[in-house]
């Protein structure tokens, strides 16, 4: 699992070391992600599928892509399709992915690099395999995280970022036994690269086997912890929890009918644990969402429909059409 890695982490800016009276975030349900297939058919599992959306608030959706090592012919993509009011977070660690868009947007991401697209008020993309790695095959492996946008933002003006792995902040645990890659938002003093519309924190960790990571999470975030591979246990109770699994912490911001959250959230490793560990601040808005498009109300869904069919989310570069 290539990514980004170090072989020191001690040589890395170090999260405090935890404080024994600090309360630690329990674990409200520990999930199986389900598989499924995307675009033109490359598999996926679907780390929220199991979860009630009101616990996922602003997150929508997420998909680990592969791990698939391909033949030679068969790499895929998905084909030209249409998104309004959200973003796309793509992140690649292993293989090559290529992303176009009618704004203008694109680029190639490989081992340990992040595409951040806003949608906002609508755009036309494609991901794929170049045309080399669909001839060669080879190791395709990454996720793709859908993250809301609150309705006072979901028609501004769409937005890309290419986020490559040298713009990932590298943190360690206190004591080295875990690398943290903080790709967006705040821990601990240490800000990501990517810029977010709606606040929250999206990080790769590798625990190595035998270490416990304790990090310092915001309290008006919620939390949630998916294993891309390995085993280990989450939470202050040390619920077990392995590869293609999802944890669900307690905790789900400060609002009236909400849990008080813990200051931090535990993962411990048994073997190498490779572990997505994300939160955010619940929008708290209704949300409509129905294939490509995430609104408030149905009938922002009837009109993202009818305005993708008119040609107002835009249009193919001639190039490529």
């Known amino acids: 699992m290539p990514a980004v890695t170090v072989e020191n982490p001690l040589t890395l800016p170090r999260l405090p070391e935890p ?3 600090a309360p630690e975030r329990k674990v409200l349900a520990v999930e199986t992600a389900p598989s499924g297939f995307e675009g ?50 793509t992140y690649m660690i292993d293989g090559v992915m290529d992303h176009l868009d009618s704004n203008g947007g694109g680029g190639t ?26 001839e060669k095959g080879g190791l395709f492996h990454g996720i793709q995280l859908w993250v809301n946008l609150p309705g006072a933002k979901k028609m501004i003006a769409p937005k890309y970022q290419d ?32 810029s977010t519309h709606t606040p929250i924190t999206l990080l790769h960790a590798t625990v190595s086997p035998g270490a416990r990571l304790v990090m310092p999470w915001r309290k008006d975030f919620n939390a949630l912890a998916y294993v891309l591979s390995g085993r280990g246990t989450v939470g202050a109770e040390r619920r077990p929890i392995t590869s293609g699994q999802l944890a669900v912490f307690d905790g789900f911001g400060n609002r009236p009918g909400r849990t008080t959250a813990g200051e931090s959230i535990t993962i411990t490793a048994k073997d190498t644990l490779e572990v997505i560990v994300l939160g955010g601040e619940p929008i708290g808005e209704p949300v409509a969402h129905y294939g490509p498009f995430v ?9 993202a429909f009818e305005d993708f069919k008119a040609g107002r989310l835009g249009t193919v570069p001639a190039h490529h059409a």
Do not use: C
């Open 163 to 194: 986020i490559g792995s040298t713009k990932v902040v590298l943190l360690s645990s206190h004591d080295g036994g875990a690398l943290v890659r903080l790709i967006a938002g705040d821990l601990a003093g240490n800000v990501g690269p990517g």
């Open 19 to 21: 404080v024994a009276t």
């Open 295 to 303: 609104m408030n109300t149905k009938n922002e869904l009837v009109q």
């Open 109 to 134: 991401i490989t081992n340990g690099d992040t595409q951040w697209m806003t949608a906002g008020a609508g755009i036309l993309h494609k991901e794929a395999p170049p045309e080399w790695l669909v």
């Open 40 to 89: 033109e058919g490359f598999p996926v599992r679907r780390a929220l599928a199991a979860i009630k959306p009101e616990y996922l608030d602003p997150f929508v959706m997420m998909d680990q892509m592969g791990e698939v090592d391909y033949a030679a012919g068969e790499p895929k993509g998905t084909p030209w399709h249409p998104h309004r009011g959200f973003e796309t977070v």
